[in-house]
């Protein structure tokens, strides 16, 4: 082998490479330098490779696709890439999965992928197995090697039963059934019939062993790792600021433009323009980077149905004649639409007439293509560049997939129809199970919100009071203290509350008293005089005397019929005066919000309302207002349920 540059150290035969264009043979961590400035390359040439992805022109061997010799041809050059050329069936995989996808959607990538961890599997089989070949991986009795190298290449860790690079063993399982059917297929054409049965019964026990082996681990550790993972949204003043970052920046590019037509200039407004419509059309950036100058140019511009018009309302006729649509490939090959404003318009014009003045390849058939490549922009990158750039607080939080995740959790909080919902699910290029699944409000900001209302509830002992509410109705302040069986507890005890005849006390599990419950002669009285208490009057600062009087003659009933029986309870024997407007009304200056809350105060609430109204409550005690709250509060639930 006659190199064109002599080496000054020693060299093997695989570290040389010819050019595609001369012939010559230069070593291959060089060969990239040389093919930039080759003299044999033509005036067009292709576009600018980096240093490892030099394409090689070597000889296609028999009965391998032109197309997936060629992306083995332009991988990177190393040992990865010499075992996908020598082996056969990882060369017939890549050529399955070219079959399987059409063209225009990353697909070379995707099978450069594939084809690379398959030998990279290989490799470490036969590092620490006795697997010499692609073949050998879908025989029956080489399983328990391929789980070895399977775990070895993924990083398995056997303490912990967990992963690395979970993801990778996954992946590495869904490529070997695949490849069990090819081999078995293979072998069936050449009459390889015991090959054919052995893939076969690899399939069989793949299905019924690589769960447990693999997939359990992989997946499990898959999921804990996003446990206790922050959900960053974006803030609403950074996308505002970052909208207009953009409209300022897309006019100056359109500018720069217009005046001096190069790639530079292009690019510029090319990248501006893609942010903007991935932006505001909250979609994947892959999807908008990936669009197609077809696509735009053949777009529907014809005018609206104007009996669908008819049925919009103004605003609504308006919008619809303000934006246009063009529908582009999305995820899993749907339609996805997307929205264009006419500042867009004109943008995406201006592009499309600049391509020939800025040196972009007539076959590039992308809309936001790269001047001298055949590829495209790509939206994450350029999300990052102009989030940096707006002086948001947190640029981190402006990528593609945040923005949609904060439309479908903003949606969660407009309470959407059913139909709303599937109509937003559709425009963002997912069902609605999705939706609701992976971009709907975070489930641990429902628990902290809504779910642990209930929780201080029932640690609080006020679950009754939120009879007949739902989680979005309840409303409690965690500060407060929790409610006790002293005297400064919202519950009576067994001193607040006197006996009576025929009185039944409430216990709870642990014994602890709640209240006594009154017999149904006392609970009727209780019912008559607490009926003709209105909600009006629940709130009004001139509640009248005759309904005070009126509750006062029920704590009257309870009252002498406890001290006749000879109840100790504080109040027994005292004698009961009507309620006066002036002590109404200062005591609901102080506690009204007990009684529209339904919460009975405690000693302490009660003795503050005396102290703050010393005049009008001169007469009253702590437990007295603590009854007439108590009677008020029953009056309000019974307006409530009639």
């Known amino acids: 082998m006659v190199a064109c540059r002599r080496p000054t150290t020693a060299k093997q035969s695989d570290d040389y490479h010819h050019c595609k264009f001369c012939q010559g043979l230069y070593a291959r961590d060089s060969l990239w330098r040389h093919v930039r400035n080759c003299p044999q390359k033509s005036v067009e040439g292709e576009p600018r490779a980096g240093r490892n992805r030099i394409s090689l022109d070597l000889p296609k061997p028999d009965q391998v696709h032109e197309a997936v010799w060629k992306i083995a041809c332009e991988m990177n050059q190393d040992d990865i890439s010499l075992v996908v050329r020598n082996e056969r069936d990882i060369l017939n995989l890549g050529e399955s999965l070219y079959n399987a996808r059409k063209p225009h959607e990353k697909r070379n990538d995707y099978i450069r992928q594939k084809m690379r961890e398959m030998a990279r599997l290989l490799i470490a089989a036969r590092a620490i197995t006795p697997v010499k070949s692609t073949e050998d991986l879908v025989m029956p009795n080489n399983f328990r090697h391929v789980i070895q190298a399977v775990r070895a290449v993924a990083g398995y860790e056997l303490e912990s039963n967990s992963y690395k690079i979970p993801s990778l063993a996954l992946k590495l399982g869904h490529s070997l059934a695949k490849l069990a059917g090819i081999v078995q297929c293979n072998a069936i054409i050449s009459n390889r019939h015991a090959i054919a049965e052995s893939a076969k019964q690899f399939a069989t026990l793949y299905e019924k062993k690589w769960t447990e082996s693999i997939s359990a681990a992989a997946l499990g550790t898959l999921q804990q790792a996003k446990w206790n993972k922050p959900y960053v949204l974006p803030f609403t003043q950074d996308v505002s600021l970052l909208h207009k970052f953009l409209a300022t920046e897309r006019v100056k590019c359109m500018t720069d433009l217009e005046k001096e037509p190069n790639s530079k200039s292009f690019g510029n407004l090319a990248k501006v323009t893609l942010t903007q419509v991935v932006l505001f059309n909250r979609k994947r950036q892959g999807e908008v980077s990936k669009m197609e100058l077809r696509t735009f140019a053949s777009r529907n511009c014809s005018k609206l149905n104007p009996d669908i018009m008819m049925c919009l309302s103004e605003f609504e006729r308006k919008l619809a004649q303000h934006f246009d649509r063009v529908e582009i490939r999305g995820k899993r090959s749907r339609m996805v639409p997307v929205l264009l404003t006419p500042d867009m318009i004109a943008a995406m014009e201006l592009l499309m007439k600049s391509r020939n003045e800025c ?284």
């Open 359 to 642: 040196q972009v390849h007539a076959e590039n058939v992308y809309f936001f293509a790269r001047p001298s490549s055949f590829s495209h922009y790509r939206g994450s990158d350029c999300f990052r560049k102009y989030a940096n750039q707006c002086g948001a607080s947190n640029p981190e939080a402006l990528t593609s997939t945040r923005l949609r995740k904060q439309v479908a959790t903003l949606s969660t909080v407009l309470n959407l129809k059913e139909n709303e919902m599937d109509q937003l699910a559709t425009f963002l290029g997912h069902d609605i199970r999705v939706h609701r699944e992976f971009y709907r409000l975070p489930e641990s900001t429902l628990q902290l919100a809504k779910v642990s209302k209930l929780l201080i509830a029932m640690g609080k002992g006020r679950l009754s009071d939120l009879q007949g509410k739902g989680l979005d109705d309840i409303e409690i302040n965690p500060d407060d203290e929790v409610d006790t069986g002293d005297d400064d507890s919202s519950e009576e005890t067994a001193e607040d509350l006197p006996q009576h005849k025929g009185s039944r006390t409430e216990t709870s599990a642990d014994g602890t008293f709640l209240r006594p419950a009154p017999d149904s002669k006392t609970l009727d009285n209780m019912e008559s005089t607490s009926e003709s208490t209105s909600l009006d009057n629940v709130n009004s600062s001139n509640t009248q005397p005759r309904h005070d009087s009126q509750q006062n003659t029920a704590l009257q009933v309870i009252t002498s019929q406890a001290s006749s029986n000879g109840s100790k309870g504080k109040q027994a024997g005292k004698t009961r005066s009507k309620w006066t407007g002036d002590e109404v009304k200062a005591v609901e200056r102080h506690m009204l919000h007990f009684i529209t809350s339904c919460r009975v105060p405690g000693k302490k609430d009660c003795d503050s309302c005396i102290q703050a109204e010393p005049v009008a409550l001169k007469d009253r005690d702590w437990a007295a207002i603590k009854y007439y709250i108590h009677n008020r509060i029953i009056a309000l639930k019974r307006k409530m349920n009639s």
